[in-house]
């Protein structure tokens, strides 16, 4: 890290990128980056900001890219692409984003890294603000922007930079880097179908939860019961054999309530976010926290106060009595969390699902499905689009055709729609007084302002 002061992030409006720039700028390096987003037009506020806070922004055609810097690419970016020629050309070090966050990360004294096929960035940020309440002063690097710490002056809070000795990440094991990760302390939300095969994810978590001092495993999850063993390893979940276990679970209107109980002492605990799922990253957070010496009570006390992450079932606001609500679900998981957060409280769901991506469709789609059809109730309905497609050449021979087919041929009542528009305007029709309107969807950063559209047009009906 000390060798190079000079970064180029290629891709740097990125969820993953763009909390890494903020961190490494924070810390005194000099940052620059490219977006295809940006050349595209999109997203035209967020780049303003970017650029504001000091980071220079060129084409993505190899003009910003200069010698001394090291080059943060995906490694899925391929060598064409002008950015990356230009690095080459000039012989200048590549990182991927994985490969800077972890040398940040395995430098840390208290290193918290939290995996899992769901949940991440929500148990990341309630980790990061419970450590912050404690006076840790921990350097916090989230996919999401975490609402406690966002403002109008930093709208993109998807990093919190404190003391270099601290850092709590979310790790990801959808390209395996994972395993440059060595945590003291590990947390497993749960296992389940996304990017990898289930025997895949489980050699991944089980190293990753083996080089910890200690590691926190979802005793609730049946595909995470292997990791269960090993001294080093303590359980949070509702399960009554869980080390740090919830009780007396109960809905509310703006949020929940629950008991946490640990060594024979509970604590009244309530969240200002729906439903069991969140609950359990509550319980994820006070266990990880524990472990990095913070008392329960005080962790209890300080998720009082935690806003949540944006698009984790965020309420963008309510007219004619018809709320519409920003999520982030995206695979079968996250879906089936966020319905059946949704299925706790009554009124009709009117749901608008954009796929992630045409390969995400291929490697889950009859899971993805199954989700669907499962969480939705009478009443409910879904509009899905086309998927997520920026360019490329990604096989798009699967498409959400198929994917509403097989939801309708579950039970469930959905329909295909080619472009957003078109969904938006059959959602506004059909919306009543007391319905939800939920956007859901990945890899997207229009989505939010899609649900803020659809908003302000109820409010003119």
């Not at 990753?208 to 979802?218: C, E, G, Q, T, Y």
């Not at 080093?232 to 979940?237: E, K, W």
């Not at 749901?351 to 045409?358: A, D, I, N, T």
């Not at 302002?449 to 109820?458: D, N, P, S, T, V």
Request: aromatic share 6%; charged share 20%; with cysteine.
């Amino acid at each position: 890290m000390s060798e190079n002061k000079s970064y180029f992030f290629c891709g740097v409006g990125g969820s993953g990128m763009l909390p890494l720039a903020m961190i490494v700028a924070a810390r005194g390096s000099a940052v620059a980056g490219s977006d295809r987003s940006r050349d595209q037009g999109r997203s035209p506020g967020k780049f303003d900001w970017i650029e504001r806070q000091g980071i220079a922004l060129f084409p993505q055609d190899g003009s910003g890219v200069t010698a001394g810097q090291t080059l943060v690419a995906s490694a899925a970016v391929e060598d064409g692409v002008p950015d990356v020629a230009a690095a080459n050309a000039l012989g200048l070090p590549r990182l991927t984003r994985a490969d800077l966050n972890a040398a940040l990360f395995n430098e840390a004294e208290r290193a918290i890294g939290v995996g899992g096929t769901s949940g991440k960035s929500t148990v990341t940020g309630m980790i990061g603000w419970i450590l912050e309440r404690a006076g840790a002063k921990p350097t916090v690097m989230n996919g999401a922007v975490m609402r406690n710490l966002a403002s109008d002056t930093m709208p993109f809070a998807s990093a919190l930079v404190g003391d270099a000795a601290t850092y709590v990440s979310e790790v990801d094991e959808s390209d395996g880097s994972i395993a440059l990760y060595r945590p003291d302390v590990a947390v497993v939300t749960n296992i389940s179908l996304d990017h990898k095969s289930l025997e895949e994810l489980h050699q991944l978590f089980g190293d990753f939860a083996a080089k910890a001092r200690v590691a926190l495993i979802n005793a609730d999850d049946a595909e995470s019961a292997p990791l269960l063993v090993g001294a080093n390893v303590a359980s949070f979940g509702f399960t009554d054999t869980a080390d740090v276990r919830g009780s007396d679970f109960e809905a509310l209107p703006d949020g929940c309530r629950f008991t946490v109980n640990v060594e024979s002492t509970a604590h009244a605990a309530a969240l200002r976010m729906p439903g069991r799922h969140n609950a359990a990253n509550a319980l994820a957070a006070i266990a990880a926290t524990r472990a990095a010496g913070v008392p329960v009570a005080e962790a209890v006390a300080a998720l009082a106060s935690f806003a949540g992450l944006a698009r984790r079932y965020e309420v963008l606001g309510q007219a004619n009595d018809i709320t519409v609500i920003d999520d982030f679900a995206h695979n079968p998981d996250k879906v089936a969390a966020t319905l059946s957060a949704v299925a706790e409280l009554p009124g009709r769901a009117l749901l608008f699902f954009q796929p992630h991506g045409y390969g995400p469709l291929r490697q889950m789609g009859k899971e993805l499905a199954a989700s669907f059809a499962n969480g939705m109730r009478d009443g409910d309905k879904l509009y899905v689009s086309d998927p997520v497609y920026f360019g490329g050449t990604v096989d798009r021979s699967v498409g959400s055709e198929a994917l509403v087919a097989a939801i309708v041929a579950g039970g469930a009542d959905a329909v295909h729609l080619a472009t957003r528009a078109e969904c938006g305007a059959a959602i506004l029709d059909a919306a009543k007084p007391g319905d939800r309107i939920l956007i859901l969807g990945a890899r997207d950063d229009t989505l939010t302002e899609f649900g803020r559209e659809l908003l302000e047009k109820l409010g003119q009906a």
